[in-house]
Nanobody, 129 residues
Framework: QVQLVESGGGSVQAGGSLRLSCKAS????????MGWFRQAPAKGREGVAA????????YYADSVKGRFTISIESAENTVYLQMNSLKPEDSGMYYC??????????????????????RGQGTLVTVSS
C-alpha cells in the first residue's frame, strides 16, 4: 500500500517561497504519476502540478505556471514542489498524491474525479498579503 508523507508547509508573506516535500513508500517499480493538489476553504480541489516518474513529463495548472516547479528525487522516492512568488490565493491545504500508471497530463482529471490511488495527510500553506 502506498504511503505518502508531506512536509514543508508554513506561513509566508506574499512574494515569498516555500518548498514542499513528499516521501513515498510502498509501491513497486513502474511508472507512477505523482503530484500535488490543493484545497482552500469553500473551494474545490485544484490539481497544482504532477510528474511522471518514468518519463519525467510534468503538468502545471495555469495558476502556478512560471512560479512553481515540481521535481523528483528517484533515489529517495521523494517529490518536491518549489513554490516561488507566492500569492494569498495560493493559500490552502496541499496534498501529495499518486496514480499508478497515470499520465501527468491527466492530473486535473484524477484530482477532480477523486481517482487518486493514495494521498498524504496534507500540509498547510498560508500566504499573507
Amino acid at each position: 500500500q502506498v504511503q505518502l508523507v508531506e512536509s514543508g508547509g508554513g506561513s509566508v508573506q506574499a512574494g515569498g517561497s516555500l518548498r514542499l516535500s513528499c516521501k513515498a513508500s510502498g509501491y513497486t517499480s513502474g511508472n507512477v504519476c505523482m503530484g500535488w493538489f490543493r484545497q482552500a476553504p469553500a473551494k474545490g480541489r485544484e490539481g497544482v502540478a504532477a510528474v511522471d516518474t518514468g518519463a519525467g513529463n510534468t503538468y502545471y495548472a495555469d495558476s502556478v505556471k512560471g512560479r512553481f516547479t515540481i521535481s523528483i528525487e528517484s533515489a529517495e522516492n521523494t517529490v518536491y514542489l518549489q513554490m516561488n512568488s507566492l500569492k494569498p490565493e495560493d493559500s490552502g491545504m496541499y496534498y501529495c498524491a499518486v496514480v499508478r500508471g497515470g499520465n501527468s497530463n491527466s492530473w486535473p482529471l484524477y484530482v477532480e474525479g477523486h481517482t487518486l490511488d493514495a494521498r498524504g495527510q496534507g500540509t498547510l500553506v498560508t500566504v499573507s498579503s
